[in-house]
């Protein structure tokens, strides 16, 4: 079975704090994904990743980075959290054979 | 561009009804649809793709080039069946284009 996961279900932070969200997959997908998940505006896609220091823009990368030093592990950056990055942040690994994106189970962010 | 549209924010229906959620979609090439759900505190996932025309938890969608369309249908509504339903698009790369989605709500 695979799995995805994020390292915290919640995250309450302040204002200019610099956050880190993680992302570990364990089947070995070059492909990597992170969302953000808001009411109304569906999942956009802020950057993804098709291989170890590979990285690409999504919709959404304005205030956002990315790093992917191993394979299994995709981490999302905050530089200085605002208010309007309070949302739900998905992380997504791709099987290409299958075609088919497996997504952790969240992380709400709150920032304060 | 390539654009993914749900017009219905929310969808109500009561057990046994038919079910049709719409997902449009907008490219110029051949489009990979697909309908991913994430019930009430699950994760996302995938529901169908129309490649596989098949049909899973009794529901199907069918391509329609003409229309854009790849709409979700199901003939018999149950109450397992509200969730939050999302239409996306791949197009010639790994990435998907989603919908705002539809949140179904199945009343007994």
């Known amino acids: 079975d695979v799995k995805v996961t994020q390292s915290s279900r919640y995250l309450v932070k302040r204002t200019g704090e610099k956050v880190f969200l993680e992302c570990v997959q364990d089947?070995?997908?070059?492909?990597m994904f992170w969302y953000r998940q808001d009411p109304g505006l569906g999942l956009r896609l802020i950057y993804f990743?098709?291989?170890?220091?590979?990285?690409e823009k999504g919709d959404i990368p304005e205030g956002y980075s990315v790093s992917r030093e191993k394979k299994e592990r995709f981490s999302l950056i905050l530089e200085s959290a605002s208010t309007n990055q309070t949302s739900m942040y998905l992380c997504?690994?791709?099987?290409?054979?299958?075609?088919?994106?497996?997504f952790g189970p969240g992380t709400r962010l709150t920032v304060l | 561009a390539q654009r993914v549209t749900q017009p219905e924010k929310l969808l109500s229906v009561f057990k046994g009804a038919p079910v049709e959620l719409k997902c449009n979609y907008s490219?110029?090439?051949?489009?990979?649809l697909f309908w991913y759900v994430q019930y009430s505190r699950q994760r996302l996932q995938l529901l169908l793709r129309?490649?596989s025309r098949e049909s899973i938890k009794g529901f199907t969608a069918d391509l329609n080039k003409g229309e854009t369309s790849f709409h979700l249908k199901k003939p018999f509504a149950q109450e397992e069946d509200s969730a939050m339903y999302y239409c996306?698009?791949?197009?010639?790369?790994?990435?998907?284009?989603f919908g705002t989605g539809t949140r179904l709500q199945v009343f007994p």
């Open positions: 997504a690994s791709n099987d290409r054979v299958k075609d088919t994106q497996y």
């Open positions: 089947m070995d997908h070059e492909n």
């Open positions: 129309h490649i």
């Open positions: 996306a698009l791949r197009a010639n790369t790994d990435k998907l284009i």
């Open positions: 990743s098709y291989d170890v220091k590979m990285k």
């Open positions: 490219y110029s090439g051949s489009p990979e």
